[in-house]
């Protein structure tokens, strides 16, 4: 608040008339419509967006079907949740997250299982988890242009590779887990 102070009494301009030029809001006024942000997006012949590394998943129906081939709107709102929209019309989607992380509660007591997700987890650490860079952030979370650039992979360069050196990194710790060699 103090700097907030110190930069009006140092910036701040009187105006040159006191007349309030600010109109009234009216009723059919959305707020929240025009402070989206609005991008363009082809719909695939599966009925399926890309945006922000997901996949949305548009319901099969009539008007949906529609859409392929075609550009949609993705209306990403301040507060987070986003809409795609076919000449204004809301279109009903499902998400997949490309970006989804093992759950540590499935990492189980299992003898197999346990051991597979290890190793998911191991390949998961060396991929880059951010989102885009161009789109604007949501809600409370931090803007996604302050931080330096992963040194991580994307998700299609990860390969056989980066496979094979997780399981040699785990197979290194097979004495801690089953005892002996």
Not at 5 to 18: I, S, T
Not at 104 to 119: Q, Y
Request: with cysteine.
């Amino acid at each position: 608040m103090h700097l907030q102070k110190d930069y009006n009494r140092r910036f701040a301009k009187e105006p040159l008339h006191d007349f309030n030029a600010h109109r009234p809001l009216a009723l059919d006024d959305d707020l929240d419509a025009e402070f989206t942000w609005r991008e363009p997006r082809r719909v695939s012949k599966n009925l399926t967006v890309q945006y922000d590394k997901m996949l949305y998943l548009i319901e099969d129906n009539e008007y949906s079907r529609r859409a392929i081939g075609k550009y949609i709107d993705v209306w990403h709102y301040p507060d987070g949740h986003k809409e795609l929209r076919l000449n204004g019309v809301l279109l009903p989607y499902s998400t997949y997250d490309r970006l989804s992380e093992v759950d540590p509660v499935a990492i189980v007591d299992n003898k197999r299982l346990g051991h597979v997700l290890d190793v998911a987890r191991q390949v998961q650490r060396k991929r880059d988890n951010n989102r885009s860079q161009s789109l604007p952030c949501s809600g409370d979370e931090p803007s996604r242009r302050q931080h330096a650039p992963s040194i991580n992979k994307s998700q299609r360069s990860l390969n056989e590779d980066d496979l094979l050196e997780a399981m040699i990194k785990l197979q290194g710790s097979s004495e801690a887990i089953f005892g002996k060699r």
